[in-house]
Every structure is written in C-alpha cells, then in structure tokens.
C-alpha cells in the first residue's frame, strides 16, 4: 500500500476533560528539596488539620484513603473546594504534582516525590493535573504563526514538565494544501530539545552512566532523514496515528528505522518514551518522540492521551503554518512581479527605487513606480498607488502598469495617458480608484513635462543643495471619471534630482501629508549639504537618507520610491537635420554624418555610421510624404535616430538571392549595437546605437 494514503484516519479519539489553566516559562521546576506548603495541595489533603476520628476515612488519590474527622468536621462540599483550590499565575504550565503520598503528622498528606533525583519534575498523577498541562501546552503551540515558533512551542511546552527531552520530526517536503506529494515518504529530524543543565552525571538518555560528561546532543545520535518504506514497521505505526509505548511491539520494530543505526540507545528500556505521529488534516507530516530519563517515573496510559493532543495540535498548526507561508510566499511573488525587476539605463538620467511594504505580515499593497525609455532619448517616470492592501489592490495596480506602459510605448502627452488610465480604471471597476503622477524627462530639451492625479507632489533637489517642491496641479484621482487633467512643463538642469513617491513616506498617523513633504523636503536638503555646493549625493545613498526619516509608528503604508538624477545631453553632443523625401536625401544623410562624426573625432566609425544611416534613410523616404528627421547623439555611445511620418514599423526579413531589396535591416541588425523603432503620434523613429571605439565586423 502506498506509504502516502496510509494516515486517512480519523483522530477523534480524546476523551472529554475539564479544567484547564495555563503554562508557565521553560525551566521552571518543581525540585524536591523545596517543601510544599498546604496551598500547594489538593483541597482533598487540606481537611485533616485537626487529629481525625479512627475508623473513617474518604477516598484521596489511587487507591488511597484519606482520615477526616467527625461530623462536625465534615469535609468541604465541591464548591468550597473549587474556591480554596491554588490556581497556577495565567501562561504558566504547571509543574507536575508529586509521585507519592503519604501521611504526615495530624493525618495529613504530603507528597514526596521519593526516588526522584533534585531538580527532577515530578509525574502527573491526576486527571486535573494533564487536563491542565494540556491546555497551557496548546495554548502555547498555538501562538505559534510560522513552522519554526510552532515546533519550538512544542518543545517548549513538553520540556521538562512533560518529558525530559524530544524528537520532532516532519515531512521532507511538507505538503501543502490538499495536494498529493508524490515520491517516498521521507522524515527529516527537524528539532532535538531536552532539559538544560549545566552539569549532567547520567549520561544521556543510555542506561548506563557515564560520570563527569556533558548530556550528548540528540541529533548528533540518531538519523536526519529515514525513508518511510511501504508495508514497514515505521509505516504501519503511522498508519495507526495514535501514539504507542516505545516498548511496544509496534514502536520497537518502527524505531530502528526512525532514528538509524545506534538511535535506539537514546531510547530507555520500559515505558520511558512514547511516539507520537503528527497528523495533520490530510495526511500524518511527521513524529514526536518523547523520552524520560530511566530514573524518572514511566509514562502511564493516560499519558498517551496527553501525547495524542500534543501531537494533534501541533500538527493542525504546522499545516496552518505551511498554507500561511505558502499564501505569504504567493503574495511577495505578486507583488514583486508588478514592480520592475531592474530599472533601464536611459540616455542622460540615472536612476534609483525602494519599495516597503506595510508591514512583515500584509506585503501586498497598490504601490508602484516605473521607468519606460521613449523615442527620442526620453524616458517617462511613473509612480501611483491603489486605494487598500489586498491581492486585488495588487492586481489592479499591475492592471494599471500595464496600461501605463502600453500607452507610454504610443508617445501620447501625460496628460493623454492619465485620461486612459482613468477610463482604465471605470472600466474594473466603480471602487478602483489610484493616484498617479507621470512625467516625461527630454534630455537633448532639459525640460520634463509633468501631469498629476491627486498624487503628492514631486521634490526636486538643485545641485547648490535647494529643494523645492513642485507646484503641480493637483488633480483627481483616476477611477473618478469625467474630469480633465493638465500637464505643466519645467526646467529640468543638469545635476538635478527628481524624487518620486507616494503618501506612505509622508504621511502617517503622526503627521498630515504636508507636514510630511515639508519634513521631506529639508531632509533632501541636508542630505545635499554634506556632499558641498558643486557635488550631488550619491542617489542610492540619497534613497537610503530619505527612508531614515521615517520614524516608529510611521510606517502605516507601503512606500514607493522612485530618484532621477538628471545629466542631460550637451547641445555640443546632439547634430539634428530636416531631410526632404527625395532620391538624394541617403546622400545628404551620408554626408552630414561624416562631417558630425570629424567634429566630435570619431573618423574610425564613419564607414559603419555612413552605410547604417543610407539604409535606414532609404527606408524612409521611399514611403514618407514629409520632410524625414535625422539625429546623431553622442554619450557613452553613438546614436542615430531617423523619423518620418509612415506609422507602420519595419520587420527584420531574410531577403532571398533574388530579391534587390529588404537587405537594410539586415545589415543594421550585424552592424549596430542595438536598434528598434518606435511608433509615435505623428509617424514613427528607427534609431540604432554604435559603440565607441573601433567598428565591428
């Protein structure tokens, strides 16, 4: 039978109990030596104070029996009891009561623990007693949120109360949800606890003692993984969900196989140890072992229940664990897809970005920024936020982007693109409502052109050190629907640095959304002091400044953040031309080239340049019906852009031996670095780009 489907059995075999109360910190034992005062003693111990009458007695424990007086000094009905009874301080898990009784002087009884080396826990001995263990345990395990809190919980809560030590292990892989793992059934040792002691002369868990040595470490002596093999002992003891004695037939075939050669010495004789399979709602995802030193009294049968409720709880939060992570794992990749995984490396502009999310616990949000290179050398920067923090915030900002990104590729005015992502938005939904602001960057101009949407307003940092917000028009946010949006155009200088961002970064509960800009707008200003009047600050340093402003309880949003640092394109480093649409028009282009390429020094490159310009000039004006553009740029490499007014965009073809044309593009495509072409409003732009240096073959 396959080892996968052997644990679809029910687990509901927990009788009822009552009384619970809670668990106190690991280590706090109850030690021998310390007496026990009468409030640490049953109400049923506390009723002979006075010499008892011979011959009458109540029951009292196992099996015991316990003298009381005469009538007039009856014992304590079961409320008075309940009132007088000592209740453990909440969150504590109480210590075990004591092993033996026995009858001190007056006839009352007193619990010894005799036979019990110090600093030993003492064994429950009542119902009461696990009933209470068990409720303070799971409430432990229970506050666990991820695998890691909810394993150590359980050790946490069995060491040493319960037992002296443990061994849990789970499933390698953990399935997750309702699906299926396919493959052997594989166990890894996931953790080992046991009682800290400074000095421990027992050795271990073996029978025989070996003085003066540290207690060994339980992982270094048995297995990190075992295969559950179909049909075998470890199998079959799974199968079976409920815990069994480790004397147990059962348990003595299966441990050999879970804990590897030599495991077993860590296993005392008799009914020392209990295993425990961990079921989870499915399927069993693993084991616990619990073990007693030999000295240590043995488990008793209803122990086994005690052991079961562990082990169900814990499973049920382990499997909780593994869908939370799974959900919180899904989530992050969702998010992180929406936003850019690397930013372009536009023509004169640098570019920086951070994201926050709200918190560890709700990574999802509708915050996002974006860079999207456009013809001409331009670049548009984007940044918006969705109203909430859900999966489907998330997925109406990606929604968003990717309409933003679509239209930006039609070179339309921002204002165009807000009003589309307006329409955009009505048409998911009537609630979608965001904030956006969209800015295009001319590097050859120096000039950016800015349209807002209810969005914060942009900081810009001159390169003296001022910092100026800029005045933009508000807006409304998109999503509201029959409103109109204006763009304004600015100076945008050379060394000048353009943050981006949304609300999260200046406003809180703490402080209004001005005060917060105001707040941003003298950090950027510091910041740009200490780098001097003629120096800009480094813009991933500049990003890191600006998140340190945020302070304890500010972070109730997610925060995108988006720097631009303008270099711009010298008017000495750009050659432009008008081209008539005429048969010499490759020609002009050829020679216009050449001279621009002498000016700026760059005669190696002149054959290449001259035959990738004529192809693609020739292109242009065989279909163009107006004067073709031409524009030779120079930065860290050469690039050539053509434009006319023919909206249809070339396609790279392989020409055949007969054909006199469709070779152009070809010979760019071996030629250029790079190249593309563009559709715009008014036609469309091929550029290609050239390395430096000597031409390449």
């Known amino acids: 039978m396959d080892s996968t489907r052997v644990t679809e059995q029910p687990t509901s075999y927990e009788r009822p109990q009552t009384g619970v109360d809670p668990a106190e910190p690991r280590g706090a034992l109850l030690r021998t030596p310390t007496p026990l005062g009468p409030a640490a ?69 007193r619990r010894t623990g005799r036979g019990l080396p110090p600093g030993r826990p003492l064994p429950m001995r009542r119902d009461g007693d696990r009933l209470r263990f068990v409720g303070a345990a799971t409430r432990r395990i229970a506050r666990g949120i991820d695998l890691d809190e909810i394993v150590m919980g359980l050790c946490r809560a069995t060491v040493p109360t319960f037992s002296d030590a443990i061994l849990v292990y789970l499933r390698d892989p953990l399935p997750i949800g309702d699906e299926r793992p396919t493959g052997p059934v594989v166990l890894r040792l996931r953790r080992t606890d046991r009682i800290p002691e400074e000095r421990d002369t027992e050795g271990g868990f073996l029978p025989a003692p070996a003085p003066e040595s540290e207690l060994p470490e339980l992982s270094a002596m048995t297995a990190e993984l075992c295969e559950v093999r179909p049909g075998g002992a470890l199998n079959e003891v799974l199968r079976g969900v409920r815990p069994v004695f480790a004397d147990s037939p059962a348990a003595r075939a299966a441990l050999p196989e879970l804990l590897g050669e030599g495991g077993e010495s860590v296993v005392p004789e008799g009914q020392h140890a209990i295993l425990a399979p961990l079921r989870g709602r499915r399927r069993v995802i693993g084991a616990a072992l619990f073990l007693r030193r030999p000295e240590r009294m043995a488990f008793e049968p209803d122990d086994l229940l005690v052991a079961a409720q562990l082990a169900t709880h814990s499973a049920l939060g382990i499997d909780k664990a593994v869908l939370y992570g799974r959900e919180a794992y899904i989530a992050d990749e969702l998010q992180r897809t929406m936003l850019p995984e690397t930013l372009p490396r536009p023509t004169g502009v640098r570019l920086a970005s951070r994201y926050l999310p709200a918190a560890e616990t709700a990574r999802v949000g509708g915050d996002w920024y974006d860079a999207i290179p456009l013809p001409g050398s331009r670049v548009a920067l984007v940044v918006g936020d969705v109203m909430g923090h859900s999966m489907t915030s998330a997925a109406i900002m990606g929604q968003l982007r990717t309409t933003a990104q679509t239209l930006a590729g039609l070179d339309l005015p921002p204002q165009e693109v807000l009003h ?189 340049v001259e035959l990738l310009v004529s192809e693609v000039v020739t292109n242009a004006v065989r279909y163009a019906s107006r004067p073709v553009t031409l524009r030779l740029l120079r930065t860290d490499v050469l690039r050539c852009e053509v434009g006319d007014d023919v909206p249809q965009l070339p396609r790279l073809r392989q020409a055949r031996a007969t054909d006199e044309g469709g070779r152009g593009l070809y010979l760019v495509n071996r030629l250029a670095r790079r190249w593309g072409a563009t559709r715009l409003s008014t036609g469309k732009v091929v550029w290609f780009e050239v390395n430096l240096g000597a031409p390449q073959y």
Not at 427 to 435: K, P, S, V, Y
Request: proline letters at 11%; hydrophobic letters at 35%.
């Open 41 to 109: 003693l049953p109400a049923q111990a506390r009723t002979g104070e006075t010499p008892s009458s011979p011959g009458t007695t109540t029951p009292c424990g196992k099996g015991k029996e316990l003298p009381v007086n005469g009538p007039e000094h009856a014992q304590p009905s079961a409320a008075e009891q309940d009132a007088h009874r000592p209740r453990p301080a909440p969150e504590q898990i109480p210590v075990q009561p004591g092993a033996e009784q026995e009858h001190g002087p007056g006839g009352q009884e």
């Open 420 to 608: 589309h992502l307006d329409e955009q938005a009505q048409r998911l939904g009537t609630d979608r409502m965001a904030t956006c602001l969209y800015a295009v960057y001319d590097p050859v101009s120096h000039r950016i052109t800015i349209a807002n949407a209810g969005h914060p307003p942009p900081v810009l940092l001159h390169l003296g050190g001022r910092a100026e917000v800029l005045r933009v028009p508000p807006g409304a946010p998109i999503g509201v629907g029959g409103v109109d949006f204006e763009a304004v155009e600015l100076d945008a200088p050379a060394g000048a640095t353009l943050l981006l961002y949304t609300d999260g970064l200046v406003e809180s509960r703490l402080r209004d959304v001005w005060t917060g800009i105001e707040q941003l707008r003298e950090k950027l200003a510091a910041t740009a002091q200490l780098t001097g009047p003629d120096h800009p600050p480094p813009l991933e340093a500049l990003c890191d400044e600006v998140l340190d402003m945020l302070g304890p309880g500010d972070r109730d949003d997610d925060i995108a953040l988006l720097a631009a640092r303008f270099d711009g394109i010298a008017p000495s480093d750009v050659a432009y031309w008008f081209l008539e649409p005429e048969d010499a028009a490759p020609g002009r282009a050829r020679r216009l080239a050449r001279r621009a390429l002498a000016r700026w020094g760059m005669e190696e490159l002149s054959d290449s």
